[in-house]
Nanobody, 116 residues
Framework: VHVVESGGGLVQAGGSLTLSCAAS????????MGWYRQGPGSKRELVAA??????IYADSVKGRFNISRDGYNNKMSLQMNSLKPEDTAVYYC????????????WGPGTQVTVSS
């Protein structure tokens, strides 16, 4: 499975960015897609994900971020609004396919930097 992200960059606090993700190479149907992030000196954490049709969000981004998925085309977006300096991190896309995540993959990551 090949996963690639796009859309990162530098933005001022209070601004917005949209990240996109595309997955390919799967033989099973899409199971879940999600966004994770890893800030400097921090562990990788879940930001938002869609399992089936239901989105979940980390408490720190609820009300500011919105995840959407095009399951037919194995694509996903993360609309990030009201960005804060603490949102600065490398954002990774994850995709899994088939029962028990029979196939899965991570993107290489895209840097999001929020200046104060």
């Amino acid at each position: 499975v090949h996963v690639v992200e796009s859309g990162g960059g530098l933005v001022q606090a209070g601004g917005s960015l949209t990240l996109s993700c595309a997955a390919s190479g799967n033989t099973f149907s899409l199971n879940a897609m999600g966004w994770y992030r890893q800030g400097p000196g921090s562990k990788r954490e879940l930001v938002a994900a869609i399992f089936g049709g239901s989105p979940i969000y980390a408490d720190s981004v609820k009300g500011r971020f919105n995840i959407s998925r095009d399951g037919y085309n194995n694509k996903m977006s993360l609309q990030m609004n009201s960005l804060k300096p603490e949102d600065t991190a490398v954002y990774y896309c994850y995709a899994s396919f088939g029962p028990m995540a029979r196939e899965e993959g991570w993107g290489p990551g895209t840097q999001v930097t929020v200046s104060s």
